[in-house]
């Protein structure tokens, strides 16, 4: 389910942006797999997903599927913060959740 990230960032047909994004994507499922990696190996011998023997293939695929569905869901919405990173773009106050303690909280 991983996209060819050469063949994103190569594709003549989108517009830079459209490639940050997409990419980005692609990024932030790759980083919710390794937390689900990690979760999963904090489960010692326990798993969610197969991990040994022909089976790992298949665990390997659901781990891939289940990351990029959960990158695809928004609610982690990491990749506008790496599309404003990689395109030099101030962050919209509106997409940053600011839990800052003020004086006027204090």
Same mark, same amino acid.
């Given at each position: 389910m991983q996209a060819?990230? =050469?063949? +994103? =960032?190569?594709? %003549?047909?989108? !517009?830079? #942006?459209?490639?940050v994004a997409e990419l980005s994507k692609e990024f932030e499922a790759m980083l919710v797999k390794q937390v689900i990696k990690g979760m999963q190996q904090s489960l010692g011998g326990s798993s969610?997903? /197969?991990s040994?023997? /022909?089976? &790992? +293939?298949?665990?390997?695929?659901?781990?891939? #599927?289940? &990351?990029?569905?959960i990158s695809a869901s928004n609610q982690v919405d990491f &990749? *506008?913060?790496f599309q404003h990173q990689v395109s030099?773009? /101030?962050? =919209?106050p509106s997409a940053v959740d600011d !839990? %800052?303690? *003020?004086e006027e909280d204090a």
């Open positions: 060819n990230l =050469a063949g +994103i =960032a190569s594709d %003549s047909t989108k !517009t830079e #942006s459209e490639k969610l997903f /197969p040994k023997g /022909p089976s &790992a +293939i298949y665990g390997d695929m659901m781990m891939d #599927s289940l &990351a990029h569905t &990749a *506008t913060m030099n773009q /101030p962050v =919209a !839990t %800052s303690v *003020t």
